[in-house]
């Protein structure tokens, strides 16, 4: 099973509500991301999970918070968002220490602030 | 912040002619990777071209790498338009937590 499963694929949501998004993987890989993506714009990195400890934050809004309850999920939990947070949010995942390796991704979840 | 750097950011070919899609890169690797996204989907993973290689070869693919240039090509084949997508160059930075970082793609459509 090389797939990274992401649910939901579509998401709307007013500024006052709590979301989440869900990412599950079963390659047995021990590092997950977090990618934020605009249109016409490439990915961009928001957190990096390593063995379930969060390693990398890029400077991204208390709004979003992660959360890696297990190997194989991966959670984004989402709190008076902002209409410019509207995005595509991609998860993926990859062998951990290693970087001669590809990453898997997800199909991603279409986001949309009211 | 962005490693990678695509030209041309948008590309419109015929079927059946090649295309190719440069990137340039601004610190050194150990390798480069070429991902395919189609339209609002997740990305997928094409090749990954070490820097020890000058050429590689998958099917209709040929990438190339001039790390005294810090640059790669990604050439497709005989397209078809399927091959309709947006194509990213990414590399990995960091050690020991590592980031999947990509330039800002190149947009090819192929019109049949």
């Known amino acids: 099973d090389t797939e990274v499963t992401q649910t939901p694929k579509h998401l709307v949501m007013g500024m006052t509500n709590k979301k989440s998004l869900k990412c599950e993987q079963h390659m047995g890989h021990r590092a997950m991301y977090w990618y934020k993506q605009k249109a016409k714009k490439p990915p961009e990195l928001m957190f990096v999970y390593s063995y379930e400890k969060l390693s990398i934050n890029e400077s991204v809004p208390s709004r979003f918070s992660p959360e890696c309850p297990n190997s194989s999920l991966l959670n984004l939990h989402l709190h008076a968002l902002q209409p410019e947070d509207s995005a595509l949010y991609l998860c993926?995942?990859?062998?951990?220490?290693?970087?001669?390796?590809?990453?898997?991704f997800g199909q991603g979840t279409r986001l949309t602030v009211v | 912040s962005q490693q990678g750097e695509e030209d041309p950011q948008a590309l419109s070919i015929q079927e059946g002619e090649n295309a190719t899609m440069n990137c340039s890169y601004k610190?050194?690797?150990?390798?480069l990777q070429w991902y395919r996204q189609n339209s609002g989907r997740g990305l997928v993973h094409l090749i990954l071209?070490?820097?020890?290689?000058r050429e590689k070869h998958s099917g209709r693919l040929r990438v190339t790498l001039d790390t005294s240039k810090k640059s790669s090509s990604l050439l497709i084949t005989a397209s078809r338009a399927a091959d309709t997508a947006s194509y990213f160059c990414?590399?990995?930075?960091?050690?020991?937590?590592?980031?999947?970082?990509f330039g800002k793609g190149t947009k090819l459509s192929v019109i049949p």
């Open positions: 071209i070490r820097s020890n290689e």
């Open positions: 993926a995942s990859s062998q951990e220490d290693r970087d001669d390796t590809e990453a898997f």
């Open positions: 610190t050194s690797i150990n390798n």
């Open positions: 990414a590399t990995w930075s960091g050690a020991g937590s590592y980031q999947l970082t």
